[in-house]
């Protein structure tokens, strides 16, 4: 992860609004969303890990 997106993670998971992490980072509210997206997929990729191609199950 970069360090935008680590410091992301951590406010939100600290449960900071993405409102008040984009004005505490002097960001837009769309580089929030964007970094929380990516990092959502990392976090996919990561725990499916060798499931190369494989489907989502739910």
Same mark, same amino acid.
């Given at each position: +992860?970069?360090?935008? /997106? ?5 406010? %939100?998971?600290?449960?900071?609004? %993405?409102?008040? &992490?984009? $004005?505490?980072l002097k960001r837009p509210v !769309? *580089? &929030?969303?964007?970094?929380?997206? $990516? +990092? !959502? !997929?990392?976090?996919? !990729? *990561?725990? +499916?890990?060798g499931r190369n191609g494989a /489907?989502?199950? %739910?």
């Open positions: +992860l970069s360090p935008f /997106e680590k410091q992301v993670l951590s406010m %939100y998971l600290s449960g900071t609004a %993405y409102q008040d &992490i984009a $004005r505490q !769309k *580089s &929030i969303d964007n970094a929380l997206q $990516r +990092l !959502k !997929k990392k976090i996919e !990729k *990561s725990l +499916l890990g /489907e989502k199950q %739910y």
